[in-house]
């Protein structure tokens, strides 16, 4: 269990990552401006400064097994109060840009629950925290991020059969021309329709949305989207078309590459092996062309190994 341990402390680590920049720039403002110390300052402009490199070289060396603080150090130290507030904001920009461990929580939760599992949700963390969660979630997102988390939580979604075919055309319609026939996107319309209709209804919206513009809802919301909205609104069309796909997505990311994001693996793995585990590896397979246990056994080690591959079940 030792690399899950790990694990929860690096997920702590990356969420200060950002905190620990804007603290850093924040307590600079108060600093003596150059014209108050003339030109004998310690630091000076660092030459061919690039933010956007600063920002991810400081990502890199705050992320993962410990913490490079000599790189840390090394670019902090030697940038000027200017140049780390630019640090700062290209931080936000790029390396927080998208959703992050939090986020994505939210996102896969709230996205792939029916309207029961939403309201029992809600019901247990008022029990458990003494606070709404819709308060919660308004006090940590804003915007149309925000709107839409807010409208899923209500539980308020179509859970009939029925498809309305007028109606699916006319949500085709007013999604394409809320996004790519317009200058600049109409997220509303994604969210009244997204956020409310039943699966069987969005389906024929989907269909017919292709005959209007030519491509897949996905690839639209990708190129009108971007960040945790272009994250939720993806999420919800996946566990629209494929739940299960949608998990054995969310797997394959989780460990793919360098490193796991063990927060993802664990929470779903243990979220879904009662429900549709046997699905999610069908899927796997059908879309990566290897097993979800092979996957698993090469990413992981140890009891933590072990755990997970009793959850995921027989190797096939």
Not at 53 to 72: C, F, H, P, R, V
Not at 77 to 99: H, M, W
Not at 198 to 222: A, C, M, P, T, W
Not at 249 to 275: F, H, P, Q, W
Request: glycine share 8%; net charge neutral.
């Amino acid at each position: 269990m030792r690399k899950c341990i790990s694990g929860v402390i690096h997920s702590r680590q990356n969420s200060d990552t950002a905190e620990t920049i804007s603290t850093f720039a924040e307590k600079s403002r108060a600093a003596p401006s150059k014209s108050q110390l003339g030109n004998r300052g310690t630091v000076t402009e660092a030459s061919g400064f690039k933010p956007e490199e600063d920002a991810q070289k400081l990502y890199s060396a705050m992320k993962g097994a410990g913490t490079n603080e000599a790189t840390i150090i090394e670019i902090l130290a030697r940038r000027t109060i200017a140049q780390r507030q630019k640090i700062k904001e290209a931080f936000k920009q790029t390396v927080g840009k998208g959703a992050g461990t939090e986020e994505a929580c939210l996102i896969d939760i709230l996205a792939s629950r029916n309207n029961s599992e939403i309201r029992e949700i809600v019901s247990v963390y008022k029990r458990d925290h003494g606070k709404s969660l819709e308060d919660d979630i308004c006090g940590d997102t804003s915007g149309m991020f925000q709107r839409v988390l807010v409208s899923l939580l209500t539980a308020g979604r179509d859970e009939s059969n029925n498809v309305d075919e007028a109606q699916a055309i006319k949500d085709a319609k007013e999604i394409y021309e809320a996004g790519e026939a317009h200058w600049g996107t109409d997220e509303v319309k994604f969210l009244t329709v997204l956020c409310v209709r039943n699966r069987n209804h969005l389906l024929r919206v989907f269909q017919e949305y292709q005959k209007i513009s030519g491509r897949d809802i996905e690839d639209s919301i990708k190129r009108e989207m971007s960040g945790c909205l272009e994250d939720v609104f993806l999420a919800i069309v996946k566990c629209m078309k494929n739940k299960p796909a949608f998990f054995a997505e969310r797997l394959y990311k989780s460990m793919k590459g360098l490193g796991t994001t063990d927060s993802v693996l664990i929470r779903t793995m243990v979220a879904r092996a009662e429900i549709d585990m046997v699905d999610i590896k069908a899927e796997f397979l059908k879309m990566y062309g290897k097993t979800l246990y092979s996957f698993i056994k090469g990413d992981t080690s140890g009891d933590y190994r072990k755990i997970l591959l009793e959850l995921s079940g027989a190797d096939k």
